[in-house]
């Protein structure tokens, strides 16, 4: 860490101009398998910032660079969309890929948010922050953005998702899945149509990724899965059961479906189509069970000696269970 410091202040002193930056306070955050995540203060002249610096893991896949994550956040942040703010873009000379954005104060953890007494009003303001926040994403235009993942012309959104999970899920599955079977040939059987134009998608919009205090929402993370599609992934993601953490209700434990869709539309959100958001409800609990899936191979596989994945592929037993119910 000793080392990291200095190379910090002086990447700092290169992009500001200014000399004699100090950096102070890095810590490593935990959390994420992709990239490195790490909290420092900067005294650059009479100003001291607080900052959270992020850099890529070797080796680690991505769809998208980490050039365009940082551009994608500063349209979101300008957009009002509760993105972090960006402050520098990496130059690679950190050991990989990083970018720097301004550190908000806050929790992250779902569990405590639904528990806590001190958050009730955060509870109670939160599913309508989070839908602004969404339609206001969903409102950046895509030319504004650098270029994104997106469907093959012809494919729809649902399609292209479903192709893609479903082909990992049968490179991958050790075992047989009855209940995802099933829920892919319902997922096939009932496409939706495509939705009236392609926007900008989170891609990863659910609590946990969500930073609050007692007041409610203060900025949402973890952009790297963005892409063009329907907005109704973000809308229905943020319901798929794993990411209530045993609250409740189904949008993120605290809200019902309807204020949540009725808080989208007040804020400019598109009109929202419950069978729509229905199917892609459906998708997530799938995807999710898949994704539990490919943790556990990880450590099946011997790639990563790893209880913590292994406990995760025990997950899949709840997608399933969900699943029996919203296909029922």
């Known amino acids: ?37 790490w909290s420092l203060d900067a005294e650059i002249g009479s100003e001291r910032v607080p900052m ?30 509760m993105a972090p703010e960006p402050l520098f873009m990496g130059d690679g000379s950190l050991g990989g890929e990083f970018y720097i954005v301004r550190r908000v104060d806050g929790e992250t953890l779902p569990r405590r948010l639904l528990r806590d007494d001190a958050l009730a009003a955060a509870r109670a303001a939160m599913p309508a922050q989070l839908a602004t926040a ?20 012809g494919t729809s959104p649902a399609q292209h998702e479903l192709e893609r999970y479903e082909a990992i899920y049968r490179a991958i599955a050790p075992d047989p899945h009855p ?12 496409m939706p149509s495509p939705p009236e134009a392609l926007t900008l998608v989170h891609g990863d919009f659910r609590m946990g990724n969500v930073l609050f205090g007692p007041e409610g929402v203060r900025l949402i993370l973890d952009w790297e899965l963005a892409h063009a599609g329907d907005p109704a992934e973000d809308l229905a993601w943020m319901s798929v059961r794993s990411w209530r953490f045993g609250g409740p209700k189904p949008v ?23 069978e729509r958001v229905h199917w892609w409800e459906v998708f997530g609990n799938a995807r999710w069970g898949i994704m539990c899936i490919m943790q556990a191979k990880t450590h099946l596989d011997g ?18 269970w969900e699943l029996l119910k919203l296909i029922g």
Do not use: C
């Open 1 to 37: 860490m000793s080392d990291f410091e200095p190379q910090i202040a002086a990447f700092l002193e290169r992009e500001t101009g200014r000399q004699g930056v100090r950096v102070e306070g890095l810590r490593r955050l935990t959390g994420g398998a992709s990239r490195e995540t």
């Open 52 to 81: 959270i610096l992020q850099r890529d893991v070797r080796g680690a896949a991505r769809e998208l660079t980490r050039g365009d994550e940082y551009e994608l956040m500063r349209a979101a942040h300008d957009a009002g969309a």
């Open 134 to 153: 969404a339609a206001r994403i969903h409102a950046i235009p895509l030319e504004r953005l650098p270029p994104l993942p997106h469907p093959s012309k």
């Open 179 to 190: 209940v995802l079977e099933l829920a892919l040939r319902f997922l096939r059987t009932r």
């Open 252 to 274: 993120g434990g605290m809200g019902t479906r309807e204020e949540f869709f009725g808080a989208y539309e007040a804020a400019g959100g598109r009109r929202v189509d419950a």
């Open 303 to 320: 790639i990563v000696n790893s209880m913590e994945l292994a406990a995760i592929g025990r997950r899949t037993a709840e997608t399933e």
